[in-house]
């Protein structure tokens, strides 16, 4: 059996009540945490690569054609959050020149929402040091010197939907769920396939869980959860074309056999315990930290298995399948990666990819720890303050290890409202643009070349932009 840890464990009603307020208190703390981490978006508001794109994509084409159509594979839910972000800066007096602002809210809040899910998805565990430990991995990630890239931004959340998508079905796998759950579970898991092709891949092996159960309880037929699943993983599979399957996204490289072992390893595993020193590290240490890890999780799995819990034994065996299987579609699809993590350890970039697998690690890692039985108690209590510790210390470290960063935001051309005057005003008089219903404007990030453009329709300019809304705005 599994004794509840007294540490910030209370039980009964008064459980639930505290319980109630610490979810809402989790979402705010969470929110406020990851606003402070990237604040680039209200002190310099610029439109960020796909950002910017798939917004002016939305205002031309539409929100369906954009989603299915902006990738090779859908994005469905990112344009959902770049929509949502759309429709709240119509809204604001300044409308689209509020743009970056109200992405830099959605964002922001939909990790937060993430972390909250984080804090509440274990119903078998009421330990408050374990539900903090687990939503801290989701906003004190450690993102090296670009961070800016990933908060207070959209394009870059779709790493986090795996993660929403587990958290979600864990209740469905271990059979002890509301209607509540499982319609949020199969909606998400729709999205979350429509989104980032690695959650079909959660999808399914949810329901290989599902199906080896009733298997081994000797069920008759198939269940209205496996049925519902199945139609996803239909309609997910659908909506993929084949390049979806073996597209590298941004590491599109050639691939160098010395970067191995830190890319698979120290960058896509062990990065969220090694972080504050990872300039310092070689392939010998982390292939030594990695085999220590490794057999550490499999003797606390054994102890784990040893107490014949049903529920506790399938989230285990859940949340490691997810990371797993999110590991391995990192290390094949992103092999390019290696020609930048190339075995010197002189940078982590790019943080983006892998903040979604470093988050899963640790998730593993939390939840095996959480379900050791009573005797191991001051580690089950230690474990997840540790883990606090690090992540507070990385992330207050997190721009030390490399001494010559990189942005790609420069701020030489203004703001993404500045450029929307100078864009306006190029033709001599302000809105003197007859010729086209729509405005190219040069967006973030910035170098020679710049391929990054969003088509603003005139339309959105007209409706609130005056003469006083550019002059001071006006790039110096």
Not at 77 to 89: D, E
Not at 101 to 122: M, Q
Not at 271 to 276: D, M, N
Not at 461 to 468: E, F, I, M, N
Request: net charge positive; with cysteine.
């Amino acid at each position: 059996m599994y004794s509840k840890p007294s540490v910030l464990s209370f039980s009964g009603a008064t459980y639930s009540s505290v319980f109630r307020f610490a979810t809402f208190g989790c979402f705010l703390i969470s929110f406020l945490v990851v606003c402070l981490r990237s604040w680039d978006a209200v002190t310099f508001p610029v439109m960020y690569a796909e950002d910017g794109v798939w917004s002016g994509k939305i205002l031309t084409d539409g929100f369906w054609h954009t989603a299915f159509k902006a990738r090779e594979f859908p994005v469905l839910g990112l344009v959902g959050l770049l929509q949502l972000a759309i429709g709240l800066a119509k809204i604001s007096p300044q409308g689209i020149f509020n743009l970056p602002i109200t992405i830099f809210i959605v964002g922001n809040t939909f990790v937060a929402i993430v972390a909250t899910v984080a804090f509440r998805s274990i119903p078998e565990s009421r330990s408050f040091i374990f539900r903090i430990a687990l939503a801290a991995a989701v906003v004190l990630m450690p993102l090296g010197f670009h961070v800016n890239e990933t908060l207070g931004r959209i394009l870059n959340l779709g790493f986090l939907f795996p993660i929403l998508q587990m958290l979600l079905l864990i209740p469905i796998v271990t059979g002890r769920y509301t209607r509540v759950q499982l319609a949020s579970a199969l909606f998400v898991s729709a999205i979350a396939g429509w989104t980032f092709p690695v959650c079909i891949g959660l999808t399914l092996w949810a329901l290989i869980i599902l199906s080896i159960d009733r298997v081994r309880t000797q069920a008759i037929g198939f269940s209205h959860v496996q049925i519902a699943l199945s139609a996803i993983l239909l309609l997910n599979a659908l909506g993929l074309q084949l390049i979806s399957l073996t597209s590298k996204g941004g590491a599109n490289l050639p691939f160098t056999q010395s970067g191995l072992i830190e890319f698979a390893l120290a960058r896509t595993l062990l990065f969220p315990f090694i972080a504050p020193w990872y300039s310092n590290l070689s392939d010998i240490f982390v292939i030594f930290f990695f085999l220590l890890i490794v057999i550490s999780i499999y003797l606390l799995v054994r102890i784990c298995s040893r107490e014949q819990n049903k529920n506790t034994n399938i989230v285990i065996i859940f949340a490691w399948g997810c990371c797993g299987i999110y590991a391995l579609a990192t290390i094949i699809m992103r092999i390019g990666f290696t020609h930048m993590l190339n075995g010197h350890y002189s940078t982590s970039f790019p943080d983006r990819y892998f903040y979604g697998i470093n988050i899963l690690v640790v998730f593993g890692i939390l939840i095996t720890v959480q379900f050791l039985p009573i005797t191991y108690k001051p580690m089950r209590i230690a474990v997840p303050i540790s883990w606090l510790i690090l992540a507070i210390f990385s992330v207050t470290k997190e721009n030390d290890p490399f001494p010559q960063p990189f942005t790609f935001v420069s701020k030489d051309n203004g703001t993404f409202a500045q450029q929307l005057c100078k864009q306006i005003s190029s033709g001599g008089a302000l809105f003197d643009i007859k010729e086209t219903d729509s405005i190219f404007i040069p967006i973030q990030p910035w170098f020679d070349g710049n391929p990054w453009r969003m088509i603003v329709p005139r339309y959105e300019l007209d409706r609130v932009a005056t003469k006083d809304t550019c002059q001071y705005k006006s790039i110096p």
